[in-house]
């Protein structure tokens, strides 16, 4: 029986997410990748709360991208999720990249994150 692509990355995220878990002093920078938009939360998994959230889809960046899946959109949204927890008090995270492999949209986004403050 052969296994397809999603399976994979299902297998794949529960693996990781065994291993992974956000502190209040450490939250989870989690991210998730459509076909069409790029979503990146900071999340504090010992209360259960989303701290920051952004996206393609945000306010702030919604009119001002050319397109919602290319690379420019996951420099951006790394960007807005650094500043964002910056204000909240968030320097340091966890890197969860949600089964994905670490390659293309996913570490620009990582990367644009790293540049623009967050440590992890």
């Given amino acids: 029986m052969a296994i397809n692509r999603a399976e ?3 297998i794949r995220q529960k693996r990781v997410r065994s291993r992974i ?4 002093e450490r939250p989870r ?3 998730y990748r459509s076909l069409k938009h790029l ?6 998994d010992s209360q259960g709360k989303t701290l920051v ?3 393609t889809l945000s306010p702030e960046l919604k009119g001002k991208l ?10 951006a949204v790394g960007e807005l999720v650094a500043q964002k927890s910056q204000q909240a008090g968030v320097k340091l995270v966890v890197f969860d990249r949600n089964g994905f492999l670490f390659h ?3 570490k620009l ?6 540049e623009a403050g967050l440590e992890f």
Avoid at 21 to 24: L, N
Avoid at 66 to 75: H, N, P, R, Y
Avoid at 109 to 114: F, K, P, Q, T, V
């Fill in 109 to 114: 986004l990582a990367d644009s994150a790293r």
């Fill in 29 to 31: 920078l989690c991210i």
């Fill in 21 to 24: 878990k956000g502190t209040s």
């Fill in 39 to 44: 979503y990146a939360q900071v999340i504090d």
């Fill in 104 to 106: 293309g949209r996913v």
């Fill in 8 to 10: 994979k990355r299902k």
């Fill in 53 to 55: 959230a952004a996206s």
């Fill in 66 to 75: 050319k397109s919602s899946k290319d690379k420019e959109a996951a420099k």
